[in-house]
């Protein structure tokens, strides 16, 4: 009866510690990434590259991306959260301080190599928070992360800016970003992860009352649970040797079996995501992604070109833009209490709003239509960035969340590759030609979802029915 009422308080509390540590990592992430971005294009041209070798350097990261925001998202799900984490950030910050060291185009692409393959921090925090919290907190907790992060993101350039100004301002730049990153990572390591095992086995209570009626029962059956599915040691967990059970002890197998079932794991994740009938959530993020690029792509060069805008001034718009998207992360949880966290009518009406204001923007016959659509567009695509993440979490399961956040990145990575070449051709018939081919994606969007979103309500009352049959 003590142990029962213990789970029910256990359950009920949200480690809250460990939630807030996790919007501090992600502030801090996009903080020192932000000091970095302003200034590789001219670090690029400093070691003498031509435009076309900038252009090919450039897109390694976004490639690299593309293959690796999967994998790695599966990986986080085998081997849990915490190592998968502080792999990511000591890489990472390998990779900074590495391009600090960059005096030649050679080690400025080493350099972006471990950056482009292990930069998956954010979307691993994004999945850990996904573990902590339940399905109706979500949106309140990942539109506070978003918040976190933007804000990391409005600071940075401010900071690598004044940074620049000092002799050798890039690399002293790249050292402390890296050293952000290892900060990052001793945060990570100090974190009370007994806090996140206790709090997955309590949200399984429910579900597994008839089976396990005990806290320390319920405790053992998902440590044994995780050991028989991922066939790897949970990193939370205390070591299990199984050599009575005729099984493999932890202590008796070779690092190439773990790794190699690690693979397997990964690789079985992956086809899983792969054969699932997501294709259209991850259409939906495609289009909206490349329409969301599309409008920001050619943005002070249309501003100039439209209404004689100084590019000070056009600074002045994008910061605002981007403080504005910051603010309405704390507003995703109300909105979505407001629509009682129906998230598809949430996606379609924010996909439709975001549709509206890129066509005034591309129409907009002053400076004022601009800052107004500009205010409403970073509230709906703050809005709608975080209904797609939970989509894919619905639909997929929040046993995969890792995988799913991670194939959501790798679409997003080909809008990256996708956005520049369009807006390329675009701008070749007018400087409004990007925004409105952004248009015409997001209607495609807005199609898509008004055909696909009854067919996704109608799942989600089978499933909410299900477990009362």
Known sequence: MNNSKCAITHKRRRPKRIIRCIYVVGFMDLFGVSMIIPLLSHHVKFLGASPTVAGIVGSTYGVLQLFSSTVVGSWSDVVGRRYSLLTCLLLSAFGYGLLGLSTSIALFVLARIPVGLFKHSLSICRALLSDLVSEKERPLVMGHFN??????FILGPVVGGYLTEHEGGFYLSSFVCAAIFFLNAGLVWMLPWSETLNHRIDANANSKTKTSKTYDGL??????????KNYIRHPDAPAVHSRANGGWGWR???IFQSAWRQLTSVWMRICMVASSDMWDVFLVRLLMAVSIMLYYSNFSLAMEERFQLKPKMTGYLISYSSMLGALAGCLVGPVTHLYGNNMSALLLHSTALTCT?????????NVWQVLLTSTFF?????????????LELQRGGAQASGTLIGAGQSVTAVGRILAPLLSGLAQEFSPCGPPSLGVVLGLLAVGLLFVRTPKWDSKTKVKDKSPKQ
């Open 219 to 228: 405790k053992n059956s998902v440590q044994q649970n995780c050991l028989d």
């Open 147 to 152: 918040a976190a992060s933007s804000v990391g």
């Open 357 to 365: 204001l890129i066509f005034l923007y591309a129409t907009a016959p």
């Open 252 to 254: 008796d197998m070779s």
């Open 378 to 390: 970073a509230i709906s695509t703050t809005i709608g960035r975080t209904c797609i993440t939970d």
